[in-house]
């Protein structure tokens, strides 16, 4: 397996917690007293071609970088989910699972299709992460990008529910089993947790469901730098979003990362983004 370059660390880890599952919150900071929306939608557009595009177009040099650039932009302005603007909420959950966990795609997310070719109502990241040498975990994300932090953490709960039905992951493994790569370590023992044959029940023991809640948050508005109260109010938030999916009940049934990112403002990220992004499809 090629090991690429990842872009350089943006967002800050302010809190990772564990009572009695995992918990985190990353932010992008400040700069002049004013949250760095300009360059949270600047990092997620670095991101898009590691999200976007095969491995073997990954290999990217001087002579290519924009095409491939380019290729990724239209791939992820293509999917139905973009104008809805999820699109922004799934990668930036792509980049905290692969720069702060060390996670591996096993396939692009635009790529998991039908045969009518509609995007798949699917796991909005599905990841590899590897434990040592000999040990590996499947992670399963949902992410959502909302204004408000309750409606958000409400349809994570609905989704994922929905998601970890029997019928449903029974599908998912058909599709996902044969786009496991040859080249991913393990990939064998990957196929055969996915495999159809394979019961679901051992694919819970193995999986991690990473859920991303990034919304618009008071702390954010609130305060111009990374303070001791800044980030004992993101706290608080986080804390909230957390004991909302704990009254669910997922936390008991599944393996839970609950990964909180707090804007200042939702609309202002997908309005910078969405700038961002139909800039690279501009055609004189």
Not at 249 to 272: D, G, M, T, W
């Amino acid at each position: 397996m090629k090991v690429h370059s990842l872009p350089e660390r943006l967002l800050a880890e302010l809190h990772a917690l564990d009572d009695p599952w995992l918990h985190y919150s990353y932010c992008a900071g400040y700069e002049l007293s004013e949250w760095r929306c300009g360059a949270l939608a600047d990092h997620i557009i670095e991101w898009i071609p590691d999200y976007a595009l095969k491995e073997e177009e990954l290999d990217v040099h001087h002579g290519n970088m924009y095409v491939r650039l380019k290729e990724a932009a239209v791939r992820v302005y293509a999917t139905d989910n973009y104008h809805k603007r999820g699109e922004v909420g799934e990668i930036a959950l792509h980049a905290i699972c692969r720069d702060f966990f060390g996670t591996v795609p096993l396939a692009p997310r635009v790529f998991y299709k039908t045969a009518s070719n509609d995007v798949v109502k699917s796991f909005d990241l599905i990841h590899v992460r590897y434990i040592g040498e000999d040990d590996f975990e499947v992670w399963l994300g949902e992410s959502k990008f909302y204004t408000d932090g309750t409606d958000a953490v409400a349809s994570a709960i609905k989704s994922v529910s929905e998601h970890i039905d029997a019928g449903f992951l029974k599908q998912e493994k058909l599709l996902l089993s044969p786009l496991v790569p040859k080249y991913l370590p393990h990939s064998d023992k990957i196929r055969k947790i996915l495999s159809s044959q394979t019961s679901i029940d051992a694919l819970f023991e193995n999986a991690v469901f990473p859920i991303c809640i990034a919304c618009d948050s008071n702390a954010v508005k609130q305060h111009k730098s990374h303070t001791d109260e800044y980030i004992g109010s993101v706290l608080q938030e986080l804390s909230a979003l957390r004991d909302k999916l704990s009254a669910s009940k997922l936390p008991q049934k599944i393996k839970v990362h609950l990964i909180y990112v707090p804007l200042e403002s939702k609309e202002r990220l997908a309005n910078a983004f969405d700038r961002r992004l139909k800039g690279l499809l501009i055609k004189d």
